[in-house]
């Protein structure tokens, strides 16, 4: 089973300000097969990204994704004051054992 | 639009079954994949199984296989969960989600339900 790690657990920023989750696989992912989702309280999930960078309908350009093999990127280039959320990755290279990573908290400081 | 909407969920008794139920609309419900993720309570997202479109390809965690059975009812655009031999670490918030993939096996989520909690305690 491949293991998702994600750093920072929490990053305190201010709207405006620029964000960057990382997400890190314990073996490669093959074809970049990884996703972003974004969670709010009494909300549904949300797909941002899939394919390692490919953004999902609706979603702003201010959010991006990057990285291959062992390491993903999640970046905001501008905080807006809806994006402070829980954001998790997931791999589905190792499908049917797709994983989920353990979140990363984006709130205010 | 896309909507998913879970119902089912309640306090059960350690040994117990619970039936999940998840309606779908504003999409072909037929063509597409489905799971059901779950989350413990402040705990990350646990995906526990998969439906083909048709049924016939069904996939499932180590956590639950043999416990829990994951079917759906094109007909009536709706997937269902039916747990059994339920345990207090299968507490947690189950959501229906849509797959979006072109190969019979769990890809990503574009579309999620906003979940039904299960609460498994004596």
């Known amino acids: 089973e491949i293991v998702l790690t994600q750093s920072p657990g929490t990053l305190s920023l201010s709207p405006g300000e620029r964000a960057t989750l990382s997400c890190r696989a314990s073996?490669?992912?093959?074809?970049?097969?990884l996703a972003w989702y974004q969670q709010k309280p009494g909300q549904a999930l949300r797909l941002l990204i899939y394919?390692?960078?490919r953004r999902a309908t609706g979603i702003p350009d201010r959010f991006s994704g990057s990285g291959s093999g062992t390491d993903f990127t999640l970046t905001i280039s501008r905080l807006e004051p809806e994006d402070f959320a829980v954001y998790y990755c997931q791999q589905y290279g190792s499908s049917p054992r797709v994983t989920f990573g353990p979140g990363a908290k984006v709130d205010f400081k | 639009q896309v909507q998913l909407e879970e119902s089912g969920g309640g306090l059960v008794k350690p040994g117990g079954s619970l039936r999940l139920s998840c309606a779908a609309s504003?999409?072909?419900?037929?063509?597409?994949?489905m799971s059901w993720i779950r989350q413990a309570p402040g705990k990350g997202l646990e995906w526990i199984a998969f439906?083909?479109?048709?049924?016939?390809?069904?996939y499932y965690a180590d956590s639950v296989k043999g416990r829990f059975t994951i079917s759906r009812d094109n007909a009536k655009n709706s997937l269902h969960l039916q747990m059994n031999s339920l345990r207090a670490e299968d507490t947690a918030v189950y959501y229906c989600?849509?797959?979006?993939?072109?190969?019979?096996?769990?890809?990503?989520?574009?579309?999620w339900g906003q979940g039904t909690l299960v609460t498994v305690s004596s």
């Open positions: 073996q490669s992912v093959s074809s970049s097969y």
């Open positions: 439906t083909s479109s048709t049924g016939s390809t069904i």
């Open positions: 989600a849509r797959d979006p993939g072109m190969v019979a096996a769990p890809y990503y989520f574009d579309y």
């Open positions: 504003g999409f072909t419900f037929s063509d597409y994949y």
């Open positions: 394919g390692a960078s």
